[in-house]
Structure formats: structure tokens, C-alpha cells
């Protein structure tokens, strides 16, 4: 699906114009999580509160997590490699409390 400029449909017919017209770009909204956080306000609460509550609610769905998360093209094996050492700091802490534990 293209995104044409009115000048670039001389080709076209009217009805094949139409089917070139150009569309909003949406992002699919995949699962039960919406893709957007909604507040609003209650009867006689304080903005700060208000605000507080956006900023909780935003932490707890993850999407300023996700943000920075694609914010720049990681490549697959970055990925790996970092959930690998994420995996093996775990265990690590995990031993070394078992140890402290015995002890």
C-alpha cells in the first residue's frame, strides 16, 4: 500500500485512486492491553494527585519500558547475549544467597 502525492496518480483510474489514497498509519493494538493510558480526573482531586496517578499508571503498563526499549534497533543477537547475562547474574545471586543461607 502506497502513500501517493495527488501529482503521482496519472497511471491511475479514479477507481484505482482511491484504493492509493492516503491513509492514517496505525499501530495494531495486539491483545487485551491497550496501547494508550487514560486518566480522569476525579470529583475534587488535586492535579499532583491526578498526575501521580498517570505516572503510576504508565510505570505499572510498561510503555515508557518499551519506549526506551525501541528506541534504537537492538540486533537479535544483542538480545541473546544481554538475556543470557541477565540470566547468569540471577543465578549467580541466587547461589550465593543459598550460600549465606547454609552458613
Do not use: C, W
Request: aromatic share 8%; no cysteine.
Amino acid at each position: 500500500m502506497g502513500y501517493r502525492k495527488n501529482n503521482q496518480y496519472h497511471d491511475y483510474s479514479r477507481k484505482d485512486m482511491k484504493d492509493y489514497e492516503y491513509r492514517t498509519r496505525k499501530q495494531d493494538t495486539n491483545g487485551s492491553r491497550p496501547s494508550h493510558v487514560t486518566i480522569t480526573p476525579k470529583n475534587n482531586e488535586p492535579i499532583d494527585r491526578t498526575i501521580k496517578r498517570f505516572i503510576r499508571k504508565v510505570k505499572k503498563s510498561g510503555i515508557a519500558e518499551e519506549f526506551r526499549k525501541r528506541q534504537y534497533y537492538e540486533k537479535p543477537s544483542m538480545k541473546k547475549r544481554k538475556e543470557k547475562l541477565r540470566r547468569e547474574a540471577t543465578i549467580k545471586k541466587l547461589q550465593e544467597e543459598e550460600g549465606k543461607q547454609k552458613t
